[in-house]
């Protein structure tokens, strides 16, 4: 039962513009959505997160959307850098601190 | 150095041997996280402990892995009778639950890399 889901493997985006990462849920008991980074040979490293009270998180260049009724949530980008070439994964979390990962998406920030 | 830290870094093995990995937290965390992770997968769920209580082990894991934090600081992770489908990277994470939790965020290693021949 894959509770975090990540429908777009890999995403290709031009330096400058906007990169739209999506993430959908299926247990509404997750309290804490999280996005994670990871280049490889390294482990994953937090990005930003979102409490479930609240409907989007800023934070520079990242933005975090929640769609409570929808189950789903994205992470923005803007603007794209080839640094932010790496793997995204987004995770949920559960009142007991249980962490749940999605299965990740590559995305690629073309000079 | 003061994150996470995992060894040993790579384990080749040969199948039916014993492995044992090991986590050393954040200091002051009192959660630990065991993770693995396959190629083009998200880290998938094993185990997690406040202090030294084992919270939660997944359905998934067989009985071949068993994972103990006994002082509730470093942690270890042992697969026995190791099978070629072990092979992934073991991901260890600390944070800081309970009363002082914040966001969730966990801090990970940079892993443990398993290959099982």
């Known amino acids: 039962d894959q509770q975090v889901k990540q429908n777009s493997p890999s995403l290709s985006v031009q330096e400058g513009r906007i990169s739209i990462l999506n993430c959908d849920y299926t247990n509404s008991m997750f309290d804490y959505f999280l996005w994670y980074k990871k280049y490889p040979a390294e482990g994953p490293t937090f990005l930003i997160s979102?409490?479930?009270?609240?409907d989007k998180n800023e934070d520079g260049r990242f933005t975090v959307f929640l769609n409570k009724s929808a189950k789903h949530l994205s992470l923005h980008i803007v603007p794209s850098q080839p640094g932010d070439s790496a793997v995204y994964f987004c995770?949920?979390?559960?009142?007991?601190?249980?962490?749940?990962f999605g299965p990740g998406t590559s995305l690629s920030v073309i000079p | 150095d003061t994150g996470v830290s995992q060894d040993p870094r790579h384990k080749i093995t040969k199948r039916g041997q014993n492995v044992t990995f090991r986590c050393d937290p954040i200091?002051?965390?009192?959660?630990l996280y065991w993770y693995r992770q396959t190629l083009g997968q998200g880290p998938e769920f094993l185990t997690y402990f406040q202090n030294e209580a084992q919270l939660e082990k997944s359905r998934l894991l067989s009985d071949r892995f068993s994972a103990e934090r006994p002082k509730g600081s470093f942690s270890t992770l042992e697969i026995q009778r190791t099978e070629q489908g072990d092979s992934a990277m073991y991901l260890c994470?600390?944070?800081?639950?309970?009363?002082?939790?914040?966001?969730?965020?966990?801090?990970f290693g940079e892993g443990s890399r398993l290959t099982v021949l």
């Open positions: 994470a600390s944070s800081l639950g309970g009363q002082g939790r914040k966001t969730g965020e966990l801090f």
């Open positions: 995770a949920a979390r559960t009142s007991y601190d249980k962490v749940i």
């Open positions: 200091s002051e965390h009192n959660r």
């Open positions: 979102i409490s479930s009270i609240k």
